[in-house]
């Protein structure tokens, strides 16, 4: 099956400093989604990306997709209170009708 | 909007007992899914609908039972419940798999003692 690895799987940082997580896979990808799960909440959708090489922006928020669809991306710069949560990247295929999920990256925020 | 509706949101059980967990959605979405959360382990997939009518196996389905008589309720049942489905579960919707978004429940927490 398909397999995702997230990387790291906590992360811990000083209010303004920046964050990435990365997001691996097995395969070739059609697609790539982020959530944000905030603590005791659900997860939200963020962004998709789809194509080689794409890199979208969100305010502070960049998502990179790899040139060969199997890595992902997501940067903070300089980050606040506000980012604190899960962040999960979740793939799907074409003519794979399942939405897998990374096991996430807990991100905390040192005031 | 209610969106991805859950019930209930809490609930303990014992060893052995039944429940059924209901997720509701008023979007129309032909994909829903049914997740489990533990710390460290992420969003994993117990079981999946692509429309009613039809169901299929994720990754963790031991244990679960599901069915999607209408469009719009997905139901996971728990036959006989053991500590280990102690967890977090996570209804989701989406209009297709791939290329769209998935809005998800607000969770259900269920303690098997």
């Known amino acids: 099956g398909q397999q995702v690895m997230q990387i790291p799987q906590y992360q811990h940082v000083q209010e303004g400093e920046d964050f990435t997580t990365y997001c691996n896979s097995s395969t070739t990808l059609s697609n790539i989604q982020w959530y944000k799960q905030r603590p005791g909440g659900h997860p939200v959708f963020l962004i998709q990306l789809v194509k080689s090489g794409e890199v979208k922006k969100q305010k502070r928020l960049t998502f990179q997709f790899g040139e060969a669809k199997k890595n992902s991306s997501l940067h903070i710069t300089a980050t606040q209170t506000t980012d604190v949560g899960t962040y999960f990247c979740?793939?799907?295929?074409?003519?794979?009708?399942?939405?897998?999920f990374g096991t996430g990256t807990r991100l905390t925020i040192i005031p | 909007n209610a969106g991805v509706t859950q019930t209930p949101k809490f609930r303990v059980l014992k060893t052995g007992q039944s429940m059924t967990l209901l997720c509701a959605q008023d979007m129309n979405h032909e994909y829903m899914y049914w997740y489990r959360q533990d710390p460290g382990m992420g969003l994993r997939l117990i079981h999946y609908s692509v429309g009613e009518g039809t169901t299929a196996k994720g990754e963790v389905p031991d244990g679960y039972n599901v069915s999607r008589l209408k469009k719009q309720n997905f139901l996971l049942g728990l036959e006989s419940a053991a500590p280990s489905q102690t967890s977090v579960y996570f209804c989701?919707?989406?209009?297709?798999?791939?290329?769209?978004?998935?809005?998800f429940g607000q969770g259900t927490r269920l303690t098997v003692v």
């Open positions: 989701a919707s989406s209009y297709l798999a791939v290329n769209t978004e998935a809005f």
């Open positions: 979740a793939l799907s295929n074409f003519g794979n009708e399942k939405l897998t």
